[in-house]
């Protein structure tokens, strides 16, 4: 390899831990995780998201919009209502795995042995 070539790769890789970085910091925030793991399941309103979540009108404002501006939502309209969805393919993938990794499952519990 050409150290051009290494240093287009580690530029490469800095770029993608930046980004990734930044994602993280977004899901550092536990009410935004908690809204972004009703959105995997599917689109929801945000009365909807309001109930589920147990945010208050101005907290769950405010977290959408960070979601929003980090282009991980994407927002309809229908009439007065507005429906938010994941917009990122990749974050549904990752969401999945945090909860594999850290969500109760119901399991049996272990044999006695």
Do not use: H, W
């Amino acid at each position: 390899m050409t150290e051009a070539s290494t240093d287009l790769d580690m530029q490469t890789m800095r770029d993608a831990a930046s980004a990734t970085a930044s994602l993280l910091r977004t899901l550092g925030n536990p009410d935004r995780l908690l809204l972004l793991c009703q959105l995997s399941q599917g689109e929801r309103a945000v009365g909807e998201l309001e109930e589920l979540v147990g945010l208050r009108q101005p907290s769950l404002s405010q977290q959408l919009a960070v979601l929003r501006n980090e282009g991980l939502v994407q927002t309809r309209r229908d009439g007065k209502r507005i429906f938010y969805r994941i917009a990122e393919p990749r974050l549904l993938v990752l969401l999945g795995t945090l909860y594999q990794l850290y969500c109760p499952q119901d399991e049996a519990p272990p044999a006695a042995g």
